[in-house]
Structure formats: C-alpha cells, structure tokens
C-alpha cells in the first residue's frame, strides 16, 4: 500500500540564494530548466521551469529570489515553475 496523499494544502514561500548549478533535462518528453540554489538559512532548493532550456541571467554565480510552493522530488526540496526576480548580491 502506498504513502497517504497529503491533502493540506502547501503555502507559497519566498527564498533567495544564490545558483550553485543549472542542468538542462527533459520531463515528459518536454525541455526543463534546473537551477539548484542555495539560500544562506536553508538547504538547497531545486527550481525547476518545465517547457524551458534557458533563461536569460540565471546562471551560476547569479543571486535569486523565486516565490512559489515547495515539494519534494528526487528527495529534494524542489518549486516548480516559480516566479523569479534576478537580484544583486548582498
């Protein structure tokens, strides 16, 4: 028998860090774009853009905020297709 479904709802996070790494994959037959950052009070967050092989600015070195809700794949804490804003180191 499998895990429960959980039905709670998950609230929208916000998190800044800076790109550690990007990977191209497909999902689905479909491009994806992953950027793995690493906030400053947590550990590493996997943003994932699902119909997307780039992005212009999200490069290692850069510094994001992403907004969106958080779950788990692979066994990391991944959003998907969160909004993002590119902002200064600091």
Known sequence: MGSPIS???RPRVKVT???RSIRRDRIGGAPALEASIQPSDRDRIELVWLGRDAIPGI???QTVAAEGRLSVRRGR???FNPR???TAAG
């Open 7 to 9: 039905t709670e709802p």
């Open 17 to 19: 860090g800076t790109v």
């Open 59 to 61: 490069e290692p070195g």
């Open 77 to 79: 804490a991944t959003m």
């Open 84 to 86: 993002y804003e590119l």
